[in-house]
């Protein structure tokens, strides 16, 4: 992968923001993308959506901060602080999502501040994120800001209708997303079983790139999917393109899953501190 620049001591280091739910557990949510943005070297800004009840097994409960409160985290950093690239993660209802694209619209978010729309539907034990009348919201408000939309397998099922089961119906997925409105689509594949790799698939409506990477066998990769769309929005803050952001993303992610570790009952996380034993971005 092209490395990041390394931040200047004293100088403020590119600036980016997540729009996501808090994880107890501190496996995935803002806690996995701060996790990514710190070794990253960017400077993560939060507007917590949610406030789930969670561990290494699964989540048991979730607390919706208000609507108004969400858009307002939002103005407020991005009023001041300023920030380079943006993402979603957990929006757990209709009148959030609503919110949310609003406030993207109202500050540039989607437009001259590159968004990576990350459509958390569920978490990776089957526990719903998200109620139904949100996914409209979704597809009708949100996706259409999107710079990058990055749905796993399951995401696109519920998005889309699409059963994605080989390459071929991948390929579908992808365009059925840029459909919606979303400039690039990225069908992860990880969960794809039919391939001894993991492929994912980048979309913009004309051209189709792949990136694979070898499955990494595991049980512990609870915060992938944060993981890859926080490396995502760090390099889209640096001014990387779609493209070069996705390759810095899936190089970054697949040695969080190498160097995921046990936490817990359940399913530990991907972890980011592999970055902590190399002198030098590789």
Known sequence: MRPLPAPAPGIAPARVLTIAGSDSGGGAGIQADLRTFALAGVHGCVAVTAVTVQNSVGVSGFHEVPAETVAAQM?????DIGV?????GMLASAAIITSVADACTELGIGDRIPLVVDPVAASMHGDPLMTEDAMDALRQRLIP?????????DEVR???GIDVVDEATQRDAAKALHAMGARWALVKGGHLRSSAQSPDLLHDGTDFLEYRTERIPTGHDHG????????MVSALAHGYSVPEAVAFAKDWVTRCVAAAYPLGAGHGPVSAFWRLSTATDS
């Open 75 to 79: 103005h407020s950093v991005v009023g």
């Open 84 to 88: 380079g690239a943006a993402k979603t």
């Open 145 to 153: 800001l999107a710079t990058v939309v990055t749905p796993n397998l």
């Open 158 to 160: 519920l998005l889309t």
């Open 224 to 231: 992938a999917g944060d993981t890859l769309a926080a490396a």
